[in-house]
Nanobody
Framework: VQLQASGGGLVQAGGSLRLSCVAS????????MGWFRQAPGKERQFVSA????????FYADSVKGRFTIARMGAKNTWYLQMNSLKPEDTAVYYC?????????????????WGQGTQVTVSS
């Protein structure tokens, strides 16, 4: 399985971006689809996740109310709509998929990863 993330870029504070992640195929072990981010010198951080079948969504406190995760099953794709972006949102964003329902906050919960897309928010 390969994941392809896209949609990053440079945006001013207060702006918006939409990230996309496409899976080459879906398997029965892909239950959670998530987004993580990693800023220079920092650990990879959970941003958001969605359960593929039920559509339950989860967010880090730092992005609640600003980011929205969604999925489109027919296209093996999930999205992260990011609004009201802040300079502290600047990071490389990674999409991932994991097998275990309700285990979604740790990088270790995921077994497939996309290559990352850079998001830079200027002040």
């Amino acid at each position: 399985v390969q994941l392809q993330a896209s949609g990053g870029g440079l945006v001013q504070a207060g702006g918006s971006l939409r990230l996309s992640c496409v899976a080459s195929r879906l398997t029965v072990s892909m239950n959670n689809m998530g987004w993580f981010r990693q800023a220079p010198g920092k650990e990879r951080q959970f941003v958001s996740a969605i359960s593929w079948r039920a559509g339950n969504t989860f967010y880090a406190d730092s992005v609640k109310g600003r980011f929205t995760i969604a999925r489109m099953g027919a296209k093996n794709t999930w999205y992260l709509q990011m609004n009201s972006l802040k300079p502290e949102d600047t990071a490389v964003y990674y999409c991932a998929s994991g097998p275990t329902p309700l285990a979604y906050m740790s990088p270790g919960d995921y077994d497939y990863w996309g290559q990352g897309t850079q998001v830079t928010v200027s002040s």
